[in-house]
């Protein structure tokens, strides 16, 4: 079960039942065939805006509900409990990252016509920063938008986007000057039915299965001025203020994916024999599990104070690299352990935790990889 904690209140129990609901009603009986399609139905998003779990901080001037990160938190948890790395990914990505550059940077017009859409799922948002050549070194990014007449031409190549397939708006990171290094980059809206914008592959994957992602091609895509998201030159800038919640967000993934695979790892020890009594018993199980659930203990509550400063103040940039890394890495460590208490049933994918120890590798890559969250934090030493 999730941990107790002191950080929500009554109004997060609320949603945090409303989420429960909508996860055994509308996502548990498609998963499978989600995970074999290798993409969620478009229906998963219009449902998700109708239950509210979409863009929880956009005010309701916009069509949001008006709340916190925390809002955003629990959805995150509640889902990522239940097993739902793909769904996750894809409402995270939309919810808590994209959703936070258009409310921050916005002009009033562009948050007039996207954020309800989004709210209501009607428009599902990308952000394409990686490309082929370039992930962590987001200052060796190419593609180019070039401002001509009224318009700004977009070309370039971008990989490993998440709901690439499913997205109608893309937030591209793009170059808008060549010689000017971080603050020659922008972000551009580039939405997808636009002539020269083209998707690529739904990419096979270790996990997220459920989860598209996806090459994007811009081929000369002119989009109006006005699409330029925040400054020209702004985009590094915008990056910097965003990415915070983002790690945050996969931290709280982390700790919620974590704590699913110890509790049907405890459950399956207690029933499983081996030379006369349940695996459970022995101490080298016992001692391990025990070092696991301090981990457990232990991250919950840095989640918890990291919560706590994001909704009173933000979250610097050190924070939240030390509970991305932190997490995904004891993430990491505790479902290795947790595979190997299944034995041979833990490495096949019918067994859940099987499913677990896939889903959970990339989230020490993406958002940041664990060697960029230590460079982040070892510049505050
Ligand atoms: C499932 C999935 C979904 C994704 N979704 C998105 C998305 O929606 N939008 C998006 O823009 N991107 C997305 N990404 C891309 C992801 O953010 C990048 O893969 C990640 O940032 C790493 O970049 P890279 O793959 O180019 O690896 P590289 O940058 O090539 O890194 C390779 C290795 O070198 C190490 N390395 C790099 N620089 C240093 C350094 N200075 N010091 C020490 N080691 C270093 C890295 O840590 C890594 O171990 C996604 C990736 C995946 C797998």
Redesign the pocket.
């Known amino acids: 079960m999730l941990p107790h904690r002191e950080v929500y209140e009554a109004e997060h129990a609320l949603l945090r039942d409303a989420v429960r609901n909508f996860a055994a009603t509308e996502v548990a009986p498609h998963f499978a065939r989600w995970e074999a399609a290798g993409i969620v139905d478009r229906s998963y998003w219009t449902k998700g805006g109708a239950a509210g779990l979409l863009c929880p901080q956009v005010p309701e001037a916009y069509g949001g509900a008006g709340g916190s990160f925390k809002h955003n938190a629990v959805i995150v948890e509640e889902l990522a409990y239940a097993g739902y790395a793909g769904p996750v990914?894809g409402y995270s990505?939309h919810s808590d990252?994209c959703a936070g550059y258009l409310l921050h940077f916005g002009s009033e017009e562009q948050k007039r016509r996207w954020l309800p859409r989004m709210a209501r799922g009607e428009t599902v948002c990308?952000?394409?920063?990686?490309?082929?050549?370039?992930?962590?070194?987001l200052q060796g990014i190419r593609t180019r938008a070039v401002a001509r007449g009224d318009d700004y031409v977009v070309s370039g190549q971008?990989?490993?986007?998440?709901?690439?397939q499913h997205a109608d708006l893309v937030i591209v990171?793009a170059r808008t000057n060549d010689s000017a290094g971080a603050k020659g980059l922008s972000l551009v809206l580039v939405e997808t039915d636009r002539p020269g914008f083209r998707r690529g592959r739904n990419?096979e994957?270790l996990?997220?299965l459920s989860?598209d992602?996806s090459e994007l091609f811009f081929d000369d895509v002119a989009v109006p001025a006005a699409n330029l998201l925040g400054a020209e030159g702004g985009g590094f800038t915008a990056l910097m203020h965003e990415l915070p919640q983002e790690r945050l967000a996969l931290a709280v993934s982390s700790m919620a994916a974590a704590q699913r695979a110890f509790d049907v790892t405890c459950e399956y020890v207690r029933n499983r024999k081996a030379f006369g009594k349940p695996i459970g018993e022995f101490q080298n199980t016992r001692f391990k599990l025990a070092d696991l659930k301090a981990d457990l203990c232990v991250g919950w509550a840095y989640l918890d104070q990291c919560l706590q400063r994001h909704e009173r103040q933000g979250l610097s940039a050190h924070d939240a690299s030390v509970a991305k890394l932190w997490c995904s890495e004891m993430q990491g460590k505790l479902v290795d352990q947790c595979v190997q208490f299944f034995g041979g049933y833990g490495f096949m994918r019918e067994y859940e935790i099987c499913r677990l120890y896939a889903d959970a590798r990339?989230q020490r890559?993406?958002?940041?990889?664990?060697?960029?969250m230590?460079?982040l934090v070892a510049r505050n030493l």
Do not use: Q, W
């Not at 990308?126 to 070194?137: L, R």
């Not at 971008?158 to 690439?164: D, S, V």
């Open positions: 990914t990505c990252v990308a952000i394409a920063m990686t490309e082929p050549g370039t992930g962590s070194d971008k990989t490993f986007i998440t709901n690439g990171v990419l994957k996990g997220h989860a992602t990339v890559i993406y958002g940041g990889t664990s060697e960029i230590r460079e």
